[in-house]
């Protein structure tokens, strides 16, 4: 009987957490004319929201490539800084070690909001508006301090004895860093790039407000502008459809990697 | 990022002990000043240019000799006192009420919701592979295409509304707008809050129970007196940021429903649209007041909750374990 309530349970879970993702699936290849059905499947499947999807006129493979890059160098660029500041946290002693892993968390829970008007108006000032940068430099503000706190967490496991024998044994500090710590610290590393990525390739409202031009969105902003062909109707098969494409390789992603990103999430307790 | 690194075969030296924390304290402050001097740039100038703006106000109408007033204002704290007012106080106050009833909603319901996952998850013997995966798809979803794919779900001859058999106007406006707004963002980040409290509950000892069960408690009692304390800190942290999140939400309710709606708007989105018509002093106002608010409810709430936030990285030993949760 309670095998039968917990199978239960677990059904439920499931159905609770992809019941939404499958109906946009669904939508996605279902026929534009049959957009209203609600069979549990398409009949028949059409790939025509999907190369809609791609119509030169969306730009939509320009807006995944502008994704990709400004979700990678915020990824990169937040790595480079972050591991030697996580680095720095977990492993040395010093005064205020905790003040500044405290003030590094709390400028995490800033609004987006009050970041975006005050840098609008500066970057129109210095004619950022429309650039890569515009969204690659605001974007450090949240990835930053998630990655300093993941890494940190992770730094503090590691075995920091063999640092200390690979120093006896006439390496320096920065050879011990290099040669011993950054091959263990590779998965922490890497499970933070997930994470990061994931956030930045989420993000919306810096994008949303930085670029006006057409050419330089990032895919969730151009997908959530796409018009419809005909008067003011939502083309929501479409845009189900750009959803997918945007949504299935981070749910790959997250299926690859299933133990790592819950390992990361449960470790920085950060979004 | 160059690290000083002498040359190879150095003898180490024996160094004097305050010798060594003083350069330990310059390397530490010279592998700390980038992340420093980014966060500076991109939140602390952003703070005080904020701060600054909203004591001025877009200058209007004609000067003496009847040119247009260009630019700026000093008009101290008048875009603060103009809350308790008028048109633009009522927006103000929707929006602040909007905010903190969203927050406090969704992130109870999250707390429920994610806990009964990890309870559910937690007893399964088999198949949490497979849960577990899919209890990570609501939050791999990007936050603004859960708002279009909710948005529709709950269109007027939508799937919500055929499966309710009702002809609810979901995203038009008023209360159902709300609801709607509520479902989405808890159906997406439920399952944060599950993780962390299945993290929590795989900490937990198997003795506790079979002693809890020999002196005769029920589960209920198993869940209030055992399960609960014990998960406490890791869901506190968990709730705190979600807490955190729900304050500043923009993007869910900006594609759900729209912007310049009264039932959903927050003051994330009034601030953005007063910064859209160029009133970059109203706006940096209400962002200043979120920025208080939110820092103003983190404080309380790690005060009553004791939510030790960094309290995993202070410690030497993680308390959730990496392992735990695989």
């Known amino acids: ?271 | 990022m160059a690290i000083p690194i002498p040359p190879v075969n150095t003898p180490a030296k024996p160094a004097r002990k305050g010798q060594d924390a003083k350069s330990t304290r310059r390397f530490a402050l010279l592998l700390l000043s980038p992340t420093f001097l980014v966060l500076a740039l991109v939140v602390g100038y952003p703070v005080l240019a904020g701060i600054r703006q909203s004591l001025y106000a877009q200058a209007e109408g004609l000067d003496a000799d009847g040119f247009v007033i260009e630019g700026e204002r000093f008009v101290g704290l008048e875009n603060y006192t103009a809350l308790f007012t008028g048109e633009r106080g009522s927006a103000f106050w929707n929006a602040f009420f909007n905010t903190t009833f969203f927050t406090a909603t969704a992130v109870v319901l999250e707390t429920i919701i994610g806990v009964i996952l990890a309870l559910i998850m937690h007893q399964a013997l088999r198949g949490r592979g497979l849960v577990r995966a899919s209890i990570l798809v609501p939050w791999a979803v990007p936050t603004a295409m859960s708002g279009l794919l909710w948005r529709w779900i709950f269109q007027p001859d939508g799937v919500a509304n055929a499966i309710l058999n009702q002809e609810i106007l979901w995203t038009a406006d008023g209360w159902q707008s709300k609801l709607a707004v509520i479902i989405a963002e808890v159906w997406k980040t439920s399952p944060f809050i599950g993780l962390l409290a299945l993290a929590g509950l795989q900490m937990i000892p198997q003795d506790v129970y079979e002693a809890a069960k020999v002196d005769g408690a029920s589960p209920w009692q198993q869940f209030r007196r055992i399960t609960l304390p014990l998960i406490k800190p890791a869901l506190a942290v968990a709730v705190l940021f979600r807490m955190l999140d729900t304050l500043r939400m923009f993007d869910l309710p900006f594609v759900l429903i729209g912007g310049n709606k009264d039932s959903v708007e927050t003051l994330s989105m009034l601030a953005w649209d007063e910064a859209n018509n160029l009133r970059y002093g109203v706006a940096t106002a209400y962002a200043t007041i979120l920025f208080l608010y939110i820092a103003l409810l983190a404080y309380a709430f790690i005060k009553i909750a004791g939510a030790d936030v960094i309290g995993e990285a202070r410690a030497r030993k993680a308390s959730v374990k990496k392992g735990a949760a695989a």
């Open chain 1, 1 to 271: 009987m309670k095998r039968v309530l917990t199978y239960l349970g677990l059904a439920g879970v499931i159905v609770f957490c992809l019941a939404p993702f499958y109906w946009m699936v669904v939508s996605a290849f279902r026929r534009p004319k049959d957009q209203f059905d609600s069979t549990p499947w398409p009949s028949p499947w059409s790939t025509e929201n999907l190369r809609a999807v791609f119509d030169p006129d969306n730009m939509f493979v320009r807006a995944l490539l502008n994704s990709l890059f400004v979700a990678g160098m915020t990824t990169l660029l937040t790595l480079t800084i972050a591991v030697f500041t996580a680095y720095t946290l977990a492993r040395l002693d010093f005064r205020f070690k905790n003040a500044v892993l405290g003030l590094v968390v709390a400028t995490s829970m800033f609004p987006g909001i009050s970041q975006v008007v005050p840098l609008l108006k500066l970057f129109i000032d210095i004619d950022w508006i429309n650039t890569y940068q515009a969204m690659i430099v605001p974007s450090l503000g949240f990835a930053l301090p998630l990655a300093v706190w993941n890494l940190t967490v992770f730094f503090r496991q590691l075995p920091f004895e063999l640092e200390q024998a690979a120093m006896t044994d006439g390496c320096s500090r920065g050879q011990a860093f290099r040669k011993i710590i950054i091959p263990l610290a590779a998965p922490g590393v890497f499970t933070t790039a997930i994470l990061v990525f994931f956030m930045a390739w989420n993000e919306f409202i810096i994008a949303f407000s930085m670029v006006n031009e057409k050419s330089m969105q990032t895919a969730t902003v151009a997908i959530a502008k796409f018009t419809g062909m005909r008067g003011f109707d939502q083309p929501f098969g479409t845009q189900m459809a750009a959803a997918v494409v945007v949504t299935v390789p981070l749910v790959v992603v997250v299926l690859i990697f299933q133990r790592r990103i819950v390992s990361g999430l449960t470790a920085g307790g950060v979004k």
